[in-house]
């Protein structure tokens, strides 16, 4: 398994997150656009590429913390990121690469934001975000009213 950083792949990158079910808005290349120029986090796209092509990506950004440490985050200011590949092979590899990425830079340490909870190689997780689904309905008023009375009262008024 190759890993390279994102080059002039945006298409090919885009694609195949379109493509795998751990893709998210969060991955494609126009959020890298996004956080790059309204915050100025350098970014460090992970790209494994197998036999098969591409088999992994893992959207990173370079952030500074609070108290003026370092670290590598997928992706900020998003709710969904993390390691998006198609096989085990290709996750353990990017995985690897973000420990030594952070290791090169200096980060003290990486955040991986997955959609579902993962177990990666071992890595310590934090319950730090909740995520909260379910189905919409073609009806308005049945959507409204599945929300609670005063965070529904909120929303009509923002209306």
Not at 17 to 38: C, D, M
Not at 113 to 119: G, I, K, N, P, S
Request: glycine share 14%; charged share 20%.
């Amino acid at each position: 398994m190759k890993i390279h950083q994102l080059a002039n792949e945006f298409v090919e990158w885009d694609a195949f997150v379109r493509s795998t079910a751990g893709g998210s808005p969060f991955h494609l290349t126009a959020w890298k656009r996004a956080v790059q120029s309204a915050f100025g986090h350098r970014p460090h796209y992970l790209m494994a590429a197998g036999g098969a092509g591409l088999e992994g990506v893992l959207p990173l950004f370079e952030v500074r913390g609070l108290s003026g440490g370092r670290g590598l985050v997928s992706v900020p200011y998003g709710v969904y990121g993390g390691v998006c590949a198609a096989t085990e092979e290709a996750c353990s590899a990017l995985v690897g690469a973000a420990r030594d990425l952070a290791g090169r830079i200096g980060a003290g340490y990486v955040e991986l934001r997955h959609r579902v909870q993962q177990e990666i190689d071992g890595l310590p997780t934090k319950g730090l975000y909740v995520t909260f689904a379910r189905p919409i309905s073609g009806n308005d008023e049945e959507n409204l009213n599945a929300i609670p009375r005063k965070q529904r009262r909120m929303t009509r008024q923002g209306v």
